[in-house]
């Protein structure tokens, strides 16, 4: 029943709908059911995609997502991928300080491997999403990743290290693991919604 109510709003909602956006029906669902002003929109963007799109963003920053929804929409990103719809290019999830490791670790186990940019900015991870992005940056089939930014969560001494030594071996990845400065940070929470 709620499927079906889901759908009737979804053509009331995005009456202009092609055919080819059908394959990202879940994963706009998912967007609508968390019911957030940015899923909401990036729902609606989602709906303008045409069959000829290779690939799409999916920028949900500062919607207080939890683990829940990063739960529903890492599946829903899977099943485009798995309908062989556009490919993920960049995705933010950025100020989602409640996803914690958990919702991290759930969205990075379903994205394509050929995602080139995650954004997991303040999202309240610590070393154990930090060791599963380093993991999932190093697998073989990850080649098109050119940046990761992770700033603004809680990441050990060790940690850093650790993407030090990322940064070191992948001299074309960007890896942003602490703020460059205060201004800076100040400058990105203001410009990126």
Known sequence: MIKILSIIFFVIIFPKISLGNMIMHDLINVLLEVNKP????????????NTSDKTY???????NLNINDANNIAKAIKQVDLDNGPKLHTISMSFNDNL?????IAILNQIPKETSV??????????????????WAKLKE???????????????????QKFDQLRANNPN???????ASESFKEMVKKSYN
């Not at 914690?100 to 991290?104: F, I, Q, S, T």
């Not at 990850?142 to 850093?160: D, H």
């Not at 990845?173 to 703020?179: A, H, I, Q």
């Open 38 to 49: 940015k899923t909401l929109e990036v729902a609606k963007k989602l709906s303008y995609l």
């Open 57 to 63: 963003n999916l920028i949900i920053r500062k919607s």
């Open 100 to 104: 914690k490791d958990e919702g991290v």
């Open 118 to 135: 995650i954004a997991f900015v303040e999202c309240g991870i610590t070393d154990k999403a930090g060791e599963a992005i380093i993991k």
């Open 142 to 160: 990850v080649k098109n990743l050119n940046g990761i930014y992770i700033e603004g969560n809680s990441f050990s001494k060790e940690m850093e």
């Open 173 to 179: 990845l960007t890896v942003l693991s602490e703020w």
